[in-house]
């Protein structure tokens, strides 16, 4: 008995999610780990179906992301609020460690140029929605914002919350 395939799922799962993130990013910046871990669990599904190993990323680009946690991590010793930006900094170590799974299964895949490359273009197109939202959401004065969260009475609350899309945004570029 041969597995199954991991090549349409991983493939389609990459796509949807690249498209969606730069779009929750701008509209509920808190609900990206959950989409994350959406994602990889569905990932995890398709790789034990298949029977299959991820093909984690080298250890150079291991070793790099590992940096960056750590850097995270310290970084919150010296901050105002060292336990608030401590759990900023597992925030950030569970994206990490849920985009190299996500990268892994890509690249487990049977045609990982091909996925990769497909996952890029619904990338380009969820930033680009994510850029027209944010330009709409500034010129008509948030009205997706304020109907998503009426409480947010004051622009510059209203702002601050455009902001961490914007944020996302731009580190996803």
Do not use: Q
Request: with cysteine; aromatic share 6%; hydrophobic share 65%.
């Amino acid at each position: 008995m041969t597995a199954p395939n991991p090549t349409p799922v991983a493939t389609a799962l990459a796509a949807a999610f690249a498209f969606a993130l730069p779009v929750v990013a701008v509209l509920a910046p808190a609900a990206v780990m959950a989409l994350l871990l959406l994602a990889a669990a569905a990932g995890a599904v398709a790789l034990w179906r298949a029977i299959l190993r991820p093909a984690w990323p080298d250890r150079g680009m291991l070793a790099a992301l590992g940096a960056l946690v750590l850097w995270a991590a310290l970084s919150s010793l010296w901050s105002a609020d060292p336990a608030v930006n401590l759990m900023r900094s597992l925030r950030i170590t569970a994206i990490v460690a849920v985009g190299a799974f996500l990268y892994a299964l890509v690249c487990t895949t049977r045609e990982p140029p091909l996925a990769l490359r497909r996952a890029g273009l619904w990338l380009a197109a969820g930033v680009v929605l994510g850029c027209l939202i944010m330009a709409e959401e500034a010129a008509l004065d948030f009205p997706i914002l304020r109907a998503a969260k009426p409480w947010l009475t004051n622009y510059n609350h209203a702002l601050n919350e455009l902001n961490r899309g914007a944020t996302a945004m731009a580190i996803l570029c």
